[in-house]
C-alpha cells in the first residue's frame, strides 16, 4: 500500500517535525496550568509568552496584540461578535465568498438588528470595487474581508480597502488565515492603513490544529465571547492550551525563516501544475488576480468536481472537491458563484492546495492520471447525452 | 528519588498519561487529515478517530454519542450551555438559579446573561459546602429555565446531590446544567439514570490534553441550545470549527483509561489523601474545609490558622499547591468558595487545597507531612498572634488599634 499524495494543504497541513519535537514536553513533563502560581504554572506561563512573542513577530505585531483562540472559527466569530457587541447595530460588510466562519456570524448579527451587506466579486475573484465604494458612502461600522481565499487563492489587496473603510470610519478586519505562512505579512503596516484585526491559524501553516491566534489593534473594543476567569486579557476565558500554543509558536518561526524558499518551491510547482492543467482543457478559476503560490482551484467542462475527486483518490491523489468545512454541501461553491461562474461549471470545481512535501514527481503523476481520468469520464458524459 | 517540586495541584490540571499522549502523536505526524474532508482517505481517517472517541467519551458517562459536542474545554462547554439554553428557551422564562461556589466559567457567564436580561438567583451553600435541597427547590420558579450546578466543586471536591437536584428540576419542566469538570474519573456518572439535561467535560482534568472538552446535550427528552459559534456547521450545527483530532483522541483515550482504571485508581489515592490528612492532624488550629464525606477521594482542602497564606505558600516551595483556584488566584482576594462555607477572611487566606492523582507516591505525600510540620511550626513561632493564642488570649476580644 503506498501513500496517497497530499494536495490538500488548505484544508490542513501535518504539523511539522520539529514543531511536534517542540509541543512534546507539555504533554506529561511541563503540564502546569499556566494560571498555577507554582513553578509547573509559571513554566506553562514562560512558554505561551515566548510563543505570543513568535506569533507577533511572525506578522509584525506586538506580543500585546495578540489574542489565542482554540482556531481561526472562534477568531473571526470573537471578532464580529466581540465587535459588534460593543456598538450600536448598523452596517457590516463582509465579502460574498468569505468563509462560512465570518459568513455565518455575520448572518446572525443579521438577526440582531444589523443590516449585512455582502460585498460581490469581479469574475477574477476580487472585491468589486464599484459596489466596494459605494458601499463604503453607507459608513458601514464594521468590514471584514478574506486576504486569500481558500478556495480560489486569490488575494485580496486590502490596504486600499481598509483606507477606504477607516476613511468612512469602519472597523476593519481581515481572516488571513490561509495567505499567513504564504505570502508575507505586516500587520504594523496593514495596521497602519486601517486593518486593526487579523486572524490566523496554526494548522494551516504547519502547526497543530487546536490554536489560533486574533490579531488586535487594542483601540478595537471586543466582548468576549467565551467568558469565566479572564484569560487573554478577559477576552477568551480557558485553560490555555500551551502545547498546540507553543506548537503554534515554533510553527510561525519556522514559517519565516523558510517562506522565501517555499513561496518559490510552491510557485515552481504551481506551473507546472497549471500548464499542465490546461494544455488539455482545464479552466483555472481566478486566473486574472494574484493568487496564493499552492493554489489551483479548476474545472473540465462536462466534468462532475465529485466525481473526478473520486476517482482521484482512488488513484492516489488527495485533493478537495471544495471547502473541507462544506465539503458535505453538494451546492456548487458560493465562492464561484459570487465569481458569476455558472453551476455546471462550478460543480465541476477541484481545488489542488500544494504544500512543503510536495515534488515535481508527484505533480507530473497527478497531471498523467487526471489527464487520462478526464478523457474517461468525458467520453462517458458523451455516451449519456 | 524526589522529583521537586512534588505535584499536589491535580486540580489545576493533571499531566498527560503517556498512554495518552502515545495515542495523540500519530494524528500530528502522519494522521494529519482534516475529519470535515469528505474526498480522500486523511479526512476519513481522521473522521473516524473523532468519532471513536466520541464513543469513549460517552461510554464513561452512559450516554449516546450523538449526546456528545466537541468544544475547546470546560469553560467553553458551560458557556455554550448555559448561553445557548437560555437564550433558546428565553420565550419560556428568564430565570436561572445556580450556586455561589460554582466556578467561574458559570459564574462570569451568568453575570453576561444578567447583563443581557436575565435573572440569575445565586444560592449560598453550607458550611460543609453541600447546597440544601430543600433552599435549591424553594429558589426554583415558575419562570426559572435552567439551573446550574457543578458536581465536584474545584476547591474543596464535596460532590453535590445531582440526582436528588435532577429529580426536583425534571419534576418542574426545568433544565439541569452539570459542570463535570472535576467529576469524570473520580465519580461515577450515569446520565442513564441521572436526569442531567447538560453536562460539560474537560481533558485536562482528567489525564488528557488542554484544549478539548465536551458538552452533553441530552436527546431523550431532546434539548436545544443556540450555537455561540457559527461557520461550517460542525458538530451537528452546535460548535462550528475544524476539529483538533489529535486532542479529542486523547480525550477519548483519558475516558477510556478512566472508565477501566478509576475503580482501582480512587480507592489508592483514598489511602494516599487519609494518609496525608492523619499526617497533618496533629498539627493544632488545622480546620478542613468542605464535608469529607460527600468528597472526592483527591481532594484534602486545609484551613492553618495563624499562618499567613503567602509565606506558607512561599515556605512550602517545594509542594506545587494551591492556595485557591487555579483561575484566580492571580488575585489576592480571599477564595469566594470558602467563604461561602462561612470562613473569615483569615482562615481563607490561610487554607491549601491539596489534589492528589494517578502519578502521587506515598514518599511525596510523607515528604509533604515532614514539609508542613517544619514550616508550619517555623512560622507560628515568628507570629505574635500564635503567641497570644498560647498565652491563653481570646483574639476576638483583643481590641486592635487601628492604623
Not at chain 1, 504533554?27 to 506561563?45: D, L, M
Not at chain 1, 503554534?248 to 524558499?261: D, K, N, P, S
Not at chain 1, 465562492?335 to 512535501?357: C, F, H, I, P
Not at chain 2, 474537560?202 to 431523550?220: D, E, F, I, N, Q
Amino acid at each position: 500500500m503506498f501513500a496517497p499524495v497530499y494536495f490538500d494543504h488548505n484544508a490542513t497541513t501535518p504539523v511539522d517535525p520539529a514543531v511536534v519535537e517542540a509541543m512534546l514536553p507539555y504533554f506529561s513533563q511541563q503540564f502546569g496550568n499556566a494560571s498555577s502560581r507554582h513553578e509547573y504554572g509559571r513554566a506553562a506561563r514562560r512558554a505561551i509568552d515566548e510563543a505570543r512573542a513568535q506569533v507577533a513577530a511572525a506578522v509584525g505585531a506586538h506580543a500585546s496584540e495578540v489574542v489565542f483562540t482554540s482556531g481561526g472559527s472562534e477568531a473571526n466569530n470573537l471578532l464580529l461578535k466581540g465587535a459588534a457587541a460593543c456598538l450600536r447595530p448598523g452596517l457590516l460588510a463582509v465579502g460574498a465568498a468569505d468563509h462560512p466562519c465570518v459568513l455565518r456570524p455575520a448572518e446572525q448579527l443579521a438577526r440582531r438588528g444589523w443590516n449585512l451587506e455582502k460585498l460581490p466579486t469581479d469574475p477574477a475573484g476580487r472585491i468589486d470595487r464599484e459596489r466596494y465604494a459605494a458601499v463604503m458612502a453607507r459608513k458601514p461600522k464594521i468590514v471584514s474581508l478574506l486576504l486569500a481565499n481558500n478556495e480560489t487563492g486569490v488575494i485580496e489587496d486590502v490596504e486600499p480597502l481598509a483606507a477606504s473603510a477607516r476613511a468612512a470610519g469602519a472597523w476593519f478586519h481581515s481572516d488571513a488565515v490561509q495567505a499567513f505562512g504564504k505570502v508575507p505579512l505586516d500587520f504594523r503596516r496593514l495596521n497602519g492603513c486601517g486593518v486593526h484585526a487579523l486572524t490566523l491559524s496554526a494548522h494551516k501553516m504547519g502547526g497543530p490544529k487546536g490554536a489560533a491566534a486574533l490579531i488586535l489593534d487594542k483601540r478595537l473594543e471586543l466582548e468576549p465571547l467565551i467568558a469565566g476567569g479572564g484569560h487573554e486579557r478577559g477576552l477568551r476565558s480557558g485553560t490555555e492550551n500551551v502545547a498546540a500554543i507553543v506548537g503554534f509558536g515554533v510553527a510561525c518561526q519556522l514559517a519565516i525563516e523558510r517562506r522565501a524558499a517555499l513561496a518559490s518551491q510552491l510557485d515552481r510547482l504551481r506551473t507546472q501544475l497549471e500548464e499542465g492543467l490546461v494544455a488539455f482543457g482545464g479552466q483555472i478559476f481566478g486566473l486574472a488576480a494574484k493568487r496564493l503560490p499552492n493554489t489551483v482551484y479548476f474545472a473540465f467542462a462536462g466534468v462532475d468536481g465529485e466525481t473526478l475527486v473520486g476517482h482521484l483518490d482512488r488513484a492516489g491523489y488527495a485533493v478537495a472537491s471544495g471547502a473541507a468545512c462544506s465539503s458535505a454541501n453538494p451546492e456548487p461553491s458560493h465562492v464561484l458563484r459570487a465569481m458569476g461562474v455558472a453551476d455546471e461549471l462550478a460543480r465541476g470545481a477541484v481545488r489542488v492546495s500544494l504544500g512543503r512535501g510536495n515534488t515535481e514527481e508527484q505533480v507530473a503523476g497527478f497531471l498523467a492520471t487526471l489527464r487520462s481520468t478526464v478523457d474517461r469520464l468525458q467520453r462517458l458524459t458523451a455516451m449519456a447525452v | 528519588m524526589l522529583k521537586l517540586p512534588i505535584y499536589l495541584d491535580y486540580s489545576a490540571t493533571t499531566p498527560v498519561d503517556p498512554r495518552v499522549a502515545e495515542r495523540m502523536i500519530p494524528y500530528l505526524v502522519e494522521k494529519f487529515g482534516n475529519p470535515a474532508s469528505r474526498s480522500h482517505s486523511f479526512g476519513w481517517e481522521a473522521e473516524a478517530a473523532v468519532e471513536e472517541a466520541r464513543e469513549e467519551v460517552a461510554k464513561l458517562v452512559h450516554a449516546d454519542p450523538k449526546e456528545i459536542v466537541w468544544t475547546s474545554g470546560a469553560t467553553e462547554s458551560n458557556n455554550l450551555a448555559l448561553k445557548g439554553a437560555a437564550q433558546f428557551y428565553s420565550g419560556k422564562g428568564r430565570h436561572l438559579v445556580t450556586v455561589k461556589t460554582e466556578h467561574k466559567a458559570v459564574l462570569d457567564t451568568c453575570r453576561e446573561l444578567e447583563r443581557q436580561g436575565f435573572a440569575v438567583t445565586y444560592l449560598d451553600v453550607q458550611e460543609n459546602g453541600l447546597l440544601d435541597l430543600e433552599a435549591f427547590s424553594a429558589a426554583l420558579r415558575p419562570d426559572t429555565i435552567l439551573a446550574s450546578v457543578m458536581f465536584v466543586n474545584n476547591e474543596i471536591g464535596v460532590i453535590q446531590p445531582i440526582a436528588e437536584m435532577g429529580e426536583i428540576c425534571r419534576s418542574r419542566g426545568i433544565l439541569l446544567h452539570v459542570d463535570a469538570a472535576q467529576a469524570t474519573g473520580k465519580v461515577a456518572i450515569d446520565l442513564e439514570t441521572l436526569k442531567v439535561d447538560l453536562m460539560s467535560f474537560s481533558a485536562h482534568k482528567t489525564y488528557g490534553p488542554k484544549g478539548v472538552g465536551a458538552l452533553y446535550v441530552r436527546r431523550k427528552p431532546r434539548v436545544r441550545l443556540n450555537a455561540q459559534m457559527h461557520g461550517g456547521g460542525h458538530e451537528r450545527g452546535f460548535r462550528s470549527g475544524t476539529l483538533p483530532t489529535h486532542q479529542i483522541v486523547g480525550m477519548g483515550e483519558a475516558f477510556r483509561l478512566a472508565r477501566l482504571e478509576m475503580g482501582a485508581e480512587n480507592e489508592r489515592i483514598r489511602m494516599l489523601r487519609d494518609r496525608l490528612l492523619r499526617g497533618l492532624s496533629d498539627i493544632e488550629e488545622v480546620y478542613v474545609n468542605g464535608d469529607m464525606e460527600h468528597r472526592v477521594p483527591h481532594n484534602l482542602n486545609l484551613s492553618f490558622a495563624y499562618v499567613e497564606g503567602e509565606s506558607l505558600l512561599m515556605a512550602i516551595k517545594d509542594l506545587a499547591v494551591s492556595s485557591g483556584s487555579a483561575c484566580t488566584s492571580a488575585s489576592l482576594e480571599p477564595s469566594y468558595v470558602l467563604r461561602a462555607l462561612g470562613r473569615n477572611d483569615e482562615l481563607a487566606h490561610s487554607s491549601i487545597r491539596f489534589t492528589l492523582g494517578r502519578f502521587t507516591t506515598e514518599e511525596e505525600v510523607d515528604h509533604a507531612i515532614r514539609l508542613l510540620h517544619d514550616k508550619i511550626s517555623r512560622l507560628r513561632e515568628l507570629s505574635p498572634l500564635w503567641e497570644m493564642v498560647q498565652d491563653g488570649v481570646d483574639l476576638n476580644t483583643v481590641q486592635w488599634a487601628a492604623h
